[in-house]
């Protein structure tokens, strides 16, 4: 047989195996391209975040006592990234804001007694009480009875520093007492004006301040529980 005459039969055969297969399926072969587009085109970058930490404020009111604190705002950290071309903010830093009391200081204490040179000859300190009234050590003792923190040391201190009615926990190593300033002294307001803390306590007499004294000297602990009346 002509080697031309069997390629044409084998073509014909071909087509109609196909052509068959098609019928069968019912459906036709179709080809057709589809194109996807990658819209996103920061796919493969890497996005690096960064936390910025919040720091703390602090604001003194010297009208609170030194154990006073109070939180005004809560801290939040910021969080934000780099697109590649500027820094772009997911959350703000916010600070955190907390409300102090003040008033501790570390300074000198000394004794004195209602003879002492200068003072009273009645006895009475500088200051009035709450009440408004007198009191004398000589008559009245070297106690107040306060009605918020009960029976207080009487001290003497700068009154430009600590005014009238301010109470105050004097601590050195183990001893640990209350106080509340009603007097004043010329050492006192010297030293407040040199930026030094020095307080007087006072005694029934100079000679139990000398002798009998329960602190003295530098490096006493002044705490401040409230400020004046």
């Not at 009154?159 to 109470?167: A, E, V």
């Amino acid at each position: 047989m002509n080697i031309y005459l069997l390629k044409t039969v084998g073509k014909w055969l071909s087509f109609m195996v196909l052509s068959l297969s098609s019928l069968i399926d019912g459906n036709y072969y179709h080809e057709k391209n589809v194109s996807v587009n990658n819209l996103n085109n920061e796919k493969n970058k890497s996005v690096i975040h960064n936390v910025t930490k919040y720091n703390t404020e602090v604001i003194y009111d010297h009208s609170k006592p030194s154990d006073y604190e109070k939180v005004i705002t809560e801290g939040q950290d910021g969080i934000s990234y780099f697109d590649g071309k500027e820094e772009k903010v997911i959350k703000p830093v916010i600070n955190k804001v907390v409300e102090k009391g003040y008033g501790d200081f570390v300074g000198r204490i000394t004794g004195y007694g209602p003879d002492c040179e200068g003072c009273s000859s009645y006895g009475n300190v500088s200051c009035r009480t709450k009440n408004g009234g007198k009191h004398s050590l000589l008559n009245d003792g070297i106690y107040y009875n306060d009605e918020e923190f009960g029976s207080v040391r009487i001290l003497a201190a700068s009154l430009d520093g600590f005014p009238c009615g301010t109470i105050v926990e004097v601590s050195k190593d183990s001893t640990k007492f209350l106080g509340v300033v009603l007097d004043t002294g010329g050492s006192m307001r010297n030293a407040w004006s040199k930026g030094e803390v020095w307080m007087d306590l006072a005694y029934s007499s100079q000679h139990d301040a000398r002798y009998n004294g329960i602190i003295s000297g530098r490096n006493i602990n002044y705490k401040v529980k409230r400020w004046g009346w």
